[in-house]
């Protein structure tokens, strides 16, 4: 069956440095991947989406990479700050099928 | 970008009671998504609904426990039947940006529930 992780529950960072999560899957050939922030007590908030054909997508201080081979993603936090702390999910979806969610790391940046 | 409302923002229930969780989107939408997220964990989908047909249920959700509507194409409504206190989760519902399927996804706030 098709299964999701990511890094760790939690991960701490302290201000400034680069947040790197991990999002690997199994027994899933994905078209799309997509990361979403969740703050507590909200509906998650979309914030990149990448195709298998893309190796790289940026936005801002967010990059996202996708290794079909490794079956992969890292979605990396540059310079992060304190309000970045939320959980990132990462979700997973073949064409014209709905998206699959991972576990979720809750990321705290500390001051 | 679309902007969904859900009522009730919570609610706690007697075990074996039903309740109706609403959603609002402020654009016309083919289709829509609910979700589950019970306590520090991932979303489940639960179901799509569709306009116009029967919602289609993933593995383990039934349409006798969670009864979908879809009058139209701004609307839709959730059902937790019979409720017991596994059921006690936020629920959330959720549109495609492209109203065709699942790209980047809009969800609603969520439904907090708990049962007793």
């Known amino acids: 069956s098709q299964k999701i992780e990511q890094n760790s529950e939690a991960l ?3 201000e400034g440095k680069t947040a790197t ?5 199994t027994n899933y050939s994905p078209a799309y991947l997509q990361w979403y922030r969740q703050d507590p007590g909200r509906g998650p908030v ?3 989406l990448i195709r298998e054909n893309e190796k790289e997508k940026r936005k801002e201080r967010l990059k996202v990479t996708f290794d079909t081979t490794l079956k992969q993603s890292l979605f990396h936090i540059t310079a992060s700050q304190p309000a970045d702390s939320a959980t990132y999910l990462c979700a997973l979806s073949n064409y014209g099928q709905n998206f699959v969610f991972g576990p979720g790391t809750r990321l705290s940046v500390l001051p | 970008s679309a902007v969904i409302s859900q009522k009730p923002s919570r609610d706690i229930c007697q075990r074996g009671t039903s309740l109706t969780i609403q959603c609002q989107v402020d654009s016309q939408v083919t289709m829509m998504f609910w979700y589950r997220q019970q306590p520090g964990q991932s979303l489940t ?3 799509t609904a569709n306009q116009g047909s029967e919602a289609t249920y993933e593995s383990g959700f039934v349409i006798d426990k969670f009864p979908i509507s879809r009058p139209n194409l701004t609307f839709s409504t959730l059902t937790v039947s ?3 206190p596994e059921d006690s989760s936020i629920y959330l519902c959720s549109v495609g940006s492209s109203g065709r399927g699942p790209d980047e996804q809009f969800f609603g706030p969520g439904t907090r529930l708990t049962v007793l």
């Open chain 1, 12 to 14: 701490n960072i302290q």
């Open chain 1, 21 to 25: 999560l991990t999002c690997n899957y």
């Open chain 1, 46 to 48: 979309f914030l990149l």
């Open chain 2, 45 to 47: 989908l639960i179901a």
């Open chain 2, 82 to 84: 019979n409720m017991s």
